[in-house]
């Protein structure tokens, strides 16, 4: 079973800049995985908010684009997932996942985000 580790998310004012994190498991995994992260609010489907792989460009869903950016540090085996300018329409499950070359997504336990307005 792969276990990520993630961390961050909390409450936070409209306007506002929250980080995730998300750890993977091990090197050798990290290194041949893209992750990123998919978010679901209540009622709505999973969308996904960020990706990216190893040398490989970031992918953003369209509604985040421009207001959250994903990273990757190759020493900790870990992404992160800035997100500034925080909305309401943010207010979600976080997900992070990752996604070693032609195998299935692995899930994180999530992580919730509540925007206020």
């Known amino acids: 079973q792969v276990q990520l580790v993630e961390s961050g998310g909390g409450l936070v004012q409209a306007g506002g800049s929250l980080r995730l994190s998300c750890k993977a498991p091990?090197?050798?995994?990290?290194?041949?995985?893209?992750m990123g992260w998919f978010r679901q609010a209540p009622g709505n489907e999973r969308e996904l908010v960020a990706g990216?792989?190893?040398?490989?460009?970031?992918a953003y869903g369209d509604s985040v684009k421009g207001r959250f950016t994903i990273s990757r540090d190759n020493a900790k085996n870990t992404v992160y997932l800035q997100m500034n300018s925080l909305t309401p329409e943010d207010t979600a499950v976080y997900y992070c996942?990752?996604?070693?070359?032609?195998?299935?997504?692995?899930w994180g336990q999530g992580t919730q985000v509540t925007v206020s307005s």
């Open positions: 990216i792989a190893r040398g490989g460009p970031p």
């Open positions: 091990n090197t050798r995994l990290f290194s041949i995985s893209a």
């Open positions: 996942y990752l996604r070693p070359q032609g195998e299935q997504r692995y």
